[in-house]
Antibody, heavy 122, light 110 residues
Framework: QLQLQESGPGLVKPSETLSLTCTVS??????????WGWIRQPPGKGLEWIGT???????YYNPSLKSRVTIYVDTSKNQFSLKLSSVTAADTAVYYC??????????????WGQGTLVTVSS | QSALTQPASVSGSPGQSITISCTGTSTDVGTYDLVSWYQQHPGKAPKFMIY???KRPSGVSNRFSGSKSGNTASLTISGLQAEDEADYYCCSYAGSSTWVFGGGTKLTVL
């Protein structure tokens, strides 16, 4: 059974860099079938796609966040990670990692982590 | 890339049917038959309910159905049940390897 688990600091200071890791179990992150994504949800608001990575390291980012986002993969640990720089209070959100549908990554996100709340505050 | 537009809330009584709309543009919903829908209960992660506009993943009740016309996709829930009360989000492939979500709709079962 595929499981994804987000981890990282729950509190980040303004202007600093948010760093989160998603640990995948039940599947190899290096499978050619899978793309992996990050999605966030500010409190009381909707979902926002942040970016996606393939095990080769190919990345795809939301244009509105591209200048501040880096997503990378560590195949040896079966993990992928998110870095968001120069954070402000607007980046306060629950951050989810998710897997794109294996048959075609265009179809959406079929497995999600439980999410982790990151608060940006001094 | 703007968020897809959904009504903030819809409601219905048990046994009834409701429809949630998701309006995009000719660069996302209107061009690609790649709309997915998610159900989210409070404090929980979203659940994958519909893909390619109208297909259901294994295990999703056939009370959930999807459709699309022009730049608007729709999710219909028939035979409404108390457990269907949740937030619902649409998502569309938007070209150039990007995805866009809707603002979400709160479904209340009266």
């Amino acid at each position: 059974q595929l499981q994804l688990q987000e981890s990282g600091p729950g509190l980040v200071k303004p202007s600093e860099t948010l760093s989160l890791t998603c640990t995948v179990s039940g599947a190899s992150i290096s499978s050619i079938s899978y793309y992996w994504g990050w999605i966030r949800q500010p409190p009381g608001k909707g979902l926002e796609w942040i970016g996606t990575i393939y095990y080769t390291g190919s990345t795809y980012y939301n244009p509105s966040l591209k200048s501040r986002v880096t997503i990378y993969v560590d195949t040896s640990k079966n993990q992928f990670s998110l870095k968001l720089s120069s954070v402000t209070a607007a980046d306060t959100a629950v951050y989810y990692c998710a897997r794109h549908v294996s048959s075609s990554w265009y179809l959406g996100f079929d497995y999600w982590g439980q999410g982790t709340l990151v608060t940006v505050s001094s | 890339q703007s968020a897809l537009t959904q009504p903030a809330s819809v409601s219905g009584s048990p046994g009834q049917s409701i429809t949630i709309s998701c309006t995009g543009t000719s660069t996302d919903v209107g061009t690609y038959d790649l709309v997915s829908w998610y159900q989210q209960h409070p404090g929980k992660a979203p659940k994958f309910m519909i893909y390619e506009g109208s297909k259901r993943p294994s295990g999703v009740s056939n009370r959930f159905s999807g459709s699309k016309s022009g730049n608007t996709a729709s999710l219909t829930i028939s035979g409404l049940q108390a457990e269907d009360e949740a937030d619902y989000y649409c998502c569309s492939y938007a070209g150039s390897s990007t995805w866009v979500f809707g603002g979400g709709t709160k479904l209340t079962v009266l």
